[in-house]
Nanobody, 115 residues
């Protein structure tokens, strides 16, 4: 069982920045990948960014160039730096971890971007 705790969400104006954090209860170096997903009201959950065990990153087209996923193995934490935020980025953001033993989700953190 892997526990994931997100933090860093909040309310920002368009053009602003936030950094989300996801602290894991296990060594993240033992996980195949970690990622961030988001779900806006009335919409399906979508992949925002992914980082593999080898450090390869992947981004949704809508956030590429604005968001950056990174990790700190010593702190067992993955981050999502979000710059140039837009109202359409408003959603609940969820941390995800994947390994051969299973898939785990955090509780989510709300990000709201005002016009």
């Amino acid at each position: 069982q892997v526990q994931l705790v997100e933090s860093g969400g909040g309310l920002v104006q368009a053009g602003g920045s936030l950094r989300l954090s996801c602290a894991a209860s296990t060594s993240i170096s033992r996980l195949n990948s970690m990622g961030w997903y988001r779900q806006a009201p009335g919409k399906q959950r979508e992949l925002v960014a992914l980082i593999s065990g080898g450090g390869i990153t992947r981004y949704a087209d809508s956030v590429k160039g604005r968001f950056t996923i990174s990790r700190d193995n010593a702190k067992n934490t993955v981050y999502l730096q979000m710059n140039s935020l837009q109202p359409e980025d408003t959603a609940v953001y969820y941390c995800n971890a994947y390994s051969g033993s299973g898939t785990w989700w955090g509780q989510g953190t709300q990000v709201t971007v005002s016009s």
